[in-house]
């Protein structure tokens, strides 16, 4: 038979399991990180001495001169929304009555990008203050949602 022929008589699917197994690490800098964030209830940033730059989240390179950065720093839990967003729609396609607030929180020389929460979405304003809202200690896994929102200051 053709190749055409083969090719437009393949089936679009093929039904069945296939086994897959992986893993995922966040790498040297962000196992830290979020170590740091499940244990502590500390965001961490990493400093580049050279260009007195702080990364947030921590790299382990300097994206601009590319130094190893081993210098550590606690950014606190509180940061400057940059930017937001309201989103109306949820996953499945519905809408919301209320909108989900998504900002870009500056720490550091970098930032999050987070809900917000304990806010009227009327009240939210570029370059207020916001404060990282941790999970108990007890329910943290080592995510960004051990974060779950940050909140006004
Ligand atoms: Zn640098």
């Not at 790498?27 to 730059?53: N, P």
């Not at 519905?94 to 998504?102: A, F, V």
């Not at 941790?134 to 929102?149: C, H, N, Q, T, V």
């Amino acid at each position: 038979m053709p190749l055409l022929n083969r090719v437009m008589n393949a089936p679009a699917a093929w039904q069945g399991e296939l086994p897959v197994t992986n893993r995922y690490t966040f790498g040297l800098a962000g196992e830290k990180f979020f170590r740091a964030i499940k244990d502590e209830g500390r965001i961490l940033g990493t400093h580049c001495s050279h260009c007195d730059h702080i990364y947030v989240p921590a790299a382990i390179f300097c994206e601009r001169c590319l130094a190893r950065l081993d210098e550590w720093v606690d950014v606190g839990t509180s940061g400057i929304v940059d930017t937001f967003t309201f989103l109306y729609v949820d996953l499945d396609g519905s809408r919301r009555e209320t909108p989900e607030i998504i900002a870009f929180i500056r720490l550091g020389d970098g930032g999050l990008v987070h809900r917000l929460g304990d806010i009227d979405p009327n009240d939210v304003e570029i370059g207020m203050m916001v404060e990282a809202v941790f999970k108990p200690a007890g329910e943290r896994i080592g995510s960004i949602l051990d974060i779950e929102y940050f909140k006004p200051q």
